[in-house]
């Protein structure tokens, strides 16, 4: 009486479930484009960081390479400074020497002979003393000329690495740019490619099991009622329920001889109750009886031939019903195995 009462209700096809998954799968595949632009931005942002980082350091030693050029100018220029008092003062020195001689010459005393040599002599040792200084001067500004020379050569080289390095980041940020057009261009040919299999293989489902009222599809899924494979509270299939599970078997089958290898899929077997509760030792809720039910259709068609790692099962219980109802009518459209072909 349930089974009638099931497929006169089955007469009045509601579409708006197909538009919501319909809605829920675009939806996925935007969540699924954003996060990889997200992932893209996240690389982006990490590579520019370490390089605006490498810029800074790189910056920041030419900054104290150019206070350092600046003081060693200013100790040169400290330098020439005392260089041309030293040698104001030998000149000076000079002249008073041979103006002492001068004087000298012209003195015919002995005492302000004595006296004229000693002070010669003194300023003689001055004028060495002057000119040692004025060679260490001499020597300190060579140091220096050579130190402001090294300055120069290092802050061209870190010039120079600044600029590899920000044409660097220029390369990086370009080939960054068309990895993400690209892996767009790759995703949407994946999608449109898994799509163009799913329409076909859903084509041969509904060859294979015609217009069966127990059997919906609903947006990207097939909707079997769990009548057709399970009786109430169990999760061994049916035996007249194989013959269906044959074909689908079949189908799967050849799909896999038809898809490439490199595009991977699976078919989710997903395992639905109603909203009533149940406890057996078996199974202590419906979680148990939903994933039960979705993985003995999946160890079934896997026995057939249908490759394992193109198959997942999946327990909801009763938590995502497609009938709000509370009838019995709604519990029995809410009590399903429904198939997805879906990108894994």
């Known amino acids: 009486m349930a089974l009638g009462r099931s497929r006169r209700g089955e007469r009045h096809i509601d579409y708006w479930p197909g538009f919501v998954d319909a809605l829920s799968t675009l939806l996925l595949v935007f969540v699924f484009l954003l996060s990889v632009f997200v992932l893209a931005q996240f690389v982006l942002t990490q590579e520019i960081g370490t390089k605006d980082d490498a810029m800074a350091r790189l910056q920041a030693q030419i900054r104290e390479l150019t206070d350092l050029l600046a003081l060693e100018r200013a100790n040169d220029a400290e330098a020439d400074s005392q260089m041309g008092a030293l040698r104001a003062s030998l000149l000076r020195l000079e002249q008073e020497r041979d103006a002492l001689r001068e004087a000298a010459t012209a003195i015919a005393s002995p005492e302000e002979i004595a006296s004229a040599q000693s002070r010669s002599a003194e300023l003689a040792r001055e004028l060495g003393q002057e000119k040692d200084a004025t060679a260490q001067a001499a020597a300190q500004i060579a140091i220096l000329n050579q130190q402001i020379a090294a300055l120069r050569r290092q802050i061209a080289a870190l010039e120079q690495a600044l600029d590899i390095s920000e044409q660097k980041d220029k390369e990086s940020q370009s080939r960054l740019a068309d990895l993400g057009r690209r892996l767009n261009?790759?995703?949407?040919?994946?999608?449109?490619?898994?799509?163009?299999?799913?329409?076909?293989?859903?084509?041969?489902?509904?060859?294979?099991?015609?217009?069966?009222?127990?059997?919906?599809?609903?947006?990207?899924?097939?909707?079997?009622q769990s009548e057709i494979f399970f009786d109430l509270a169990a999760a061994q299939l049916r035996p007249d329920a194989l013959p269906a599970l044959d074909k689908l078997a079949s189908a799967l089958i050849a799909l896999e001889k038809e898809i490439p290898a490199d595009l991977p899929w699976v078919l989710r077997v997903d395992g639905h109750t109603d909203d009533r509760p149940i406890s057996t030792p078996l199974y202590p809720s419906n979680w148990e009886l939903s994933a039960a039910r979705a993985i003995a259709v999946v160890q079934y068609l896997a026995q057939k031939g249908v490759s394992p790692q193109h198959l997942v099962a999946a327990g909801f219980g009763e938590y995502q019903p497609i009938d709000p109802g509370s009838d019995d009518e709604a519990r029995a459209r809410n009590r399903r195995i429904e198939l997805k072909l879906t990108e894994r």
């Not at 040919?189 to 329409?199: K, M």
């Not at 294979?208 to 899924?221: A, Q």
């Open 185 to 224: 261009v790759a995703l949407a040919q994946r999608v449109q490619e898994l799509t163009r299999y799913r329409s076909e293989f859903f084509g041969r489902l509904r060859a294979i099991l015609g217009d069966r009222p127990d059997v919906r599809v609903v947006g990207d899924r097939f909707v079997f």
